[in-house]
């Protein structure tokens, strides 16, 4: 068989450039050492952070330092010029609020909740209060402006269920009810620690401007005060034998509601390094550096979750740059991305897939790095290993990229056992990735498991396996690296979202 001249030349360069990309990889990636992250992980894990709780001053002293080191690096700011892009997110408290029947004062906590992220201020008095459950109940009454009551379920026989408590708060609210009363078993059984932690709402960031009646959730001796009964001790128990209600109760009722809204301003750090001939089509490396911050002067350090990854990003970025500074950087554009808000509910990486700095259909992949400096108890007898999640589920083409990395350069055991979509732990749904993946974007999530001090003040930086950790990272380099340089972007041919 005859073989053109030109086809063996063709193939020679081929191969040729593929041992020169290989040897580049290997020669850059060797920067990312254990003591590189070292000395990264104990600033950024450092007491001096406090913890990284999103939209505290633990958590702008990291960013700033993240910055300094992307800088340094010879990075460039990813947002329009700028390193950070600040997002709004919202916190409610409740200033007071109480419930008086009569001569009777209720108090918030120990006789019924109130609902702070809906609620609306409210000083409401009323002479009457109306009770109803069906549209059938509603058709002889107007409640506009008025105060509804409420059970926190059905009657007997029907299924009680969130959903179908929500249908009927909505049907007050299309009457136009000013405040809804639910009889709830559960409101009045807070000790003094959890009454402090429900008089705040948390941190939220789509805030709901529509008109709603404020939620009251009362306990069953309130609910018969205002009903005038004296079935406080079997209230519901008695509802459910049939005891009907009376459908308007002639009580003087006062309900008081008054929050204090904050505004905050965290941010997602973004690391910008241009690539060559595809510099369009972008290759994102992300982790978040927000934690849990303090809690009663206790520092929640983080280390591991997430301040592994967070460190595993800057010394991926500072690898790639030197790359790029020696004129061999990466075809495609890499952005390196930092995100807060992630132990709020993937807050940050939320907005920045709905408010995206590069567009999101010249993003090629996200990989995410959540925890890889430790050891999970499954793995006590063999350290060398690292669960992989979610890269078949886009993209049939990222596994095989990951694997063949491993196998060059790494060599870890790759466990694919919180892959399984019937994991009962859910870890696919639990980082930063799953935000790229709901837009299309294939993702690996690289996670070494949980262990004793997940979520604890001892996830400390004296625990991590720095050598892990470095090696950990090289193999997200070089899927990073065969990513970014391979000549044919990667296909999204499967939708396992």
Known sequence: MRVSFVVICLFLVTRLHAQVNNTHAAKYGETITAAGLSRQLHVIAGPEMEGRETATRGQERAAAYIISQ?????????VNGKWEQHYPL?????????????????????????????????????????????????????????????????????????????????????????????????????KSLEQQKLRSTGMYWQKDTTANPNIYYITPALAADILNTDKADNLLEEIDRGWKPPVVSNTAVRLLFNKAATILQPSNVLAYLEGTDKKNEIVFVTAHYDHLGKKDNEIFYGADDDGSGTSAVIEIAAAFARAKKAGNGPRRSMVFMTVSGEEKGLLGSQYYTEHPVYPLVNTVT?????????????????????????????????????????????????????NDPNDPEGFYYRSDHYMFAQHGIPIIFYFNGTHADY????????????????????????????????????????HDR
């Open 366 to 418: 996200d990989l995410n790095i959540d925890m890889i400096g430790r050891i999970d108890p499954a793995h006590e007898k063999d350290t060398n290993y690292l669960y992989i999640i979610g890269d078949n589920k886009l993209s049939s083409e990222l596994r095989p990229i990951n694997e063949k990395a491993n196998d060059t350069y790494t060599h870890l055991k790759l466990d694919y056992k919180y």
């Open 90 to 190: 919202y916190s409610d408290s409740l200033l007071n609020s109480t419930i008086t029947v009569g001569k009777n004062t209720y108090q918030f906590a120990r006789d019924f909740l109130a609902d702070l992220r809906a609620g609306n201020n409210q000083d409401l008095k009323v002479s009457r209060v109306y009770y109803a459950e069906t549209v059938a109940d509603y058709a002889r009454l107007d409640v506009k402006g008025q105060v509804v009551m409420i059970r926190d379920g059905v009657k007997r026989g029907l299924y009680r269920s969130k959903g179908n408590l929500e249908e009927r708060i909505s049907i007050a609210k299309e009457k136009g009810a000013a405040a809804v009363l639910v009889i709830s078993p559960a409101a009045g059984r807070y």
């Open 70 to 78: 992307f800088s340094a690096a010879g990075l460039q700011p990813g």
């Open 455 to 494: 979520h604890a003040a001892t996830d400390s930086v004296d625990k991590i396996n720095f050598e892990l950790l470095a090696k950990r990272a090289r193999l997200v380099f070089y899927t990073a690296w065969d990513i970014a340089n391979r000549d044919e972007k990667l296909v999204v041919d499967r």
